[in-house]
C-alpha cells in the first residue's frame, strides 16, 4: 500500500515509468481503481529479480542509474490476506528489497519491510553506502501493548529493532556510511527524542528518519 | 477517485464514519485495496437520495448537521467504464451532490461534477447560503486545444462554464451569498489571476477556489 497509493496521484497525464515486480504488477493490473493511469502515457517495466537493470525515463533517456530487486523474506500485504495460515502469508515475490547503484558507483540499500536478516539479505548489504531498513517496531508486542493491535511485528512480517533477535545485532557488522531506520510505526519510542531507545540506536551507529529528510551520495 | 482514493491514508485505526451512496459502497465493498481500512473501526453508513440524514460521529454523538443526497446529471468514473456507450456513461446514482445544513439553518451545498444544470439540480441550490460548483472548464474543447486530451467537457460529464449554456448562465439567478467554483482543471484560464475568464467570473458574483480556502456560515 505505502509503495502503491501514492500511483493515484499520479494520474494527470505526466509521463513516467513504473518498475514493478511481477506480485505488484498483478496488484496494480487486476484492480479497476489503477486504471486511473493511462497506459499510453505511463509505462511498465518489468523488475526481475537479483539482476541489476538500467534505468531510463519515459523518453527512453538513460538515468545513469541501476536498480537491483532481490528476495526479503515477509509476507503479503494485509488487503490481500484471506486466510491466517502462515504458509500462505509468505511470499518470496510479494517481500523485495532495492539495491540502487548510481554513476560513481554510490550503492544505496532500501528495505521497507523484513522479517529476518538473513545470508541473503546480509549479502545484498554488505556493500552498501547508505542503508535504509526496516524500522516498523522496537519490540514484538508494542502495539498490542498499547491496545492498538492485536497484531506482533512476526504476524505483519515485520523483525523488531531491539533484542538478541532484532536488527540492530542482526546488522551490527554492517559497514555502510549511513544506517537510517525507515518505516516507523507511530508505537516505536525511537521516535521520542531523547528516549533510552533513541539513544541506543544512535549509539548504535543508526540515523533515524524523518519528514522531508535528504540524502546524498 | 478524488472522493474515495483519501481512505488509504485514512487508514491506521481511527474510528470515523463513512457516508456513502450505493454506487460508491459497491466501489469500496468490491476493491481489494478497500480492506485496508478496518470495518470494526471505520463504519460505514448508507446514503439514501433525497432524505435528510442526521450526522453522527464514530461514538454516535450528534454532529448538529444534516447531509442530503441528490441525484446530479453525470457518468460514471472513467476507471469504471467498459463502453464508449453513453447510455452506459450516464448512471443516475453514480453522480450526486450533497447538501448540508448546520444546526442554525445554514446550507452549504456541494456540487463538484455536473454535465447539466436541470430543474432539479436548480431546486437543491435554491437555498444555499453557500454553493460549490463544478468549474472543471471554461469551454467544452479546451483540453483537446490543449493537446492534452482528447475529451471534451461532455465526455467527462462537466458542463463549462462559459457560453450561452454555460454553468455561468445558467446558474445567474442563484441567490446563495457565496459561490465558488471548484474542481478547476488545470487548462481553465479562469485559475490565471487578471485573466478576462477570471475577470468574468468575479464580475458575475463568483469566487474561484484555491487551495486551503476556508469557508464559515
Known sequence: ???????????????????AGAHVQDIIDNNQIF?????????????????????????????????????????????????????????????????????????????????????EVRHEIAQADLLFFDGTLWEDDE?????????????????????????MAALSGVTAARKIFIHINNTNPILCAGSPQAEAVRAAGWEIAYDGMECRL
Request: net charge neutral.
Open 1 to 19: 500500500m505505502d509503495c502503491i497509493a501514492g500511483l493515484l496521484s499520479l494520474r494527470e497525464g505526466q509521463a513516467f515509468v513504473i518498475h
Open 143 to 167: 502495539m498490542i501493548r498499547a491496545g492498538l493491535s492485536q497484531k506482533t511485528g512476526k504476524r505483519m512480517g515485520h523483525i523488531s529493532i531491539s533484542g538478541e533477535d532484532g536488527s
Open 35 to 119: 486504471r486511473v493511469l493511462n497506459r499510453d502515457v505511463v509505462k511498465f517495466m518489468p523488475l526481475p529479480m537479483a539482476q541489476d537493470i538500467a534505468l531510463h525515463d519515459a523518453a527512453g533517456e538513460t538515468l545513469g542509474l541501476s536498480v537491483r530487486a532481490f528476495a526479503v523474506p515477509g509476507k503479503i500485504p494485509l488487503y490481500q490476506e484471506t486466510s491466517d495460515d502462515p504458509r500462505l502469508l509468505a511470499s518470496a515475490a510479494a517481500v523485495i528489497g532495492l539495491a540502487i547503484t548510481g554513476p560513481g558507483g554510490q550503492r544505496m540499500v532500501y528495505i521497507p519491510g523484513c522479517a529476518a536478516v538473513t545470508d
